[in-house]
């Protein structure tokens, strides 16, 4: 259960795009289309965004896509606006159990 | 709408024990598996343990190593983790979490801080 890897901060102005990185393994990012990623404010509860790699749940911006690339998962956040200033986490299925693993979370300043 | 909520946490000395308590409510309880995730001062969440829709089938993080017990009562609508051995480094907010049948967390509680010190 090694943890995913993801850039440790980004950065960007209001309005413009970036993207948060997700790299984990053939045991689980690169075999499973099960990666989630969830947007935390400071001493907040995590709260998902997108599930199974590109899927939004109602009520998150359209601004908030996923992708994945074999062993790679890809958060953008399109039209950065200052509430998207957050940690960012991404998470993937590792098999039955059932078992997860987390990335490290990536800090998104704007 | 779905809640959750943990209780119990709490200051603790090293090598003693401690339950967490989630209350859920809103959704169909005994139809989804829920797990707990930690998320140590500072650092990133990490997935604790999770527990399948009936009880039946149960997992935890390599890292335990056997110190976590997950458990859940359906006719209470409670989840319940059991920490043994609590050593400084399980000082952390420890939130539950319902899971979807597509594997991933939609709901979460608001978490219960746990300090493990001597």
């Known amino acids: 259960q090694s943890a995913l890897t993801q850039p440790a901060s980004v950065s960007g102005s209001p309005g413009q795009s970036i993207i948060i990185s997700c790299t984990g393994t053939?045991?689980?990012?690169?075999?499973?289309?099960?990666v989630s990623w969830y947007q935390q404010h400071p001493g907040k509860a995590p709260r998902l965004i997108i599930f199974?790699?590109?899927g939004r749940p109602s009520g998150v911006s359209n601004r908030f896509s996923g992708s994945k690339s074999g062993n790679t998962a890809s958060l953008t956040i399109s039209g950065l606006q200052a509430e998207d200033e957050a940690d960012y986490y991404c998470?993937?299925?590792?098999?039955?159990?059932?078992?997860?693993?987390f990335g490290p979370g990536t800090r998104v300043s704007v | 709408q779905v809640q959750m909520v943990e209780s119990g946490g709490g200051v603790v000395h090293p090598g003693t024990s401690l339950r967490l308590s989630c209350a859920a409510s809103?959704?169909?309880?005994?139809?989804?598996?829920l797990h707990w995730v930690r998320q140590a001062p500072g650092k990133g969440l990490e997935w604790v343990a999770g527990?399948?829709?009936?009880?039946?089938?149960?997992s935890y993080a390599d890292s335990l190593k056997g110190r976590f017990t997950i458990t859940r009562d359906n006719s209470k609508e409670m989840l319940y983790l059991q920490m043994n051995s609590l050593r400084v480094d399980d000082t952390a907010v420890y939130f539950c979490?319902?899971?979807?049948?597509?594997?991933?967390?939609?709901?979460w509680g608001q978490g219960a801080l746990v300090t493990v010190s001597s």
């Open positions: 998470c993937s299925y590792a098999g039955s159990g059932p078992s997860f693993v």
């Open positions: 527990i399948s829709a009936d009880g039946g089938k149960t």
């Open positions: 053939s045991s689980d990012v690169g075999t499973y289309n099960l």
């Open positions: 979490a319902k899971v979807t049948w597509a594997q991933y967390f939609d709901f």
């Open positions: 809103g959704f169909t309880f005994s139809s989804f598996g």
């Open positions: 199974e790699v590109n």
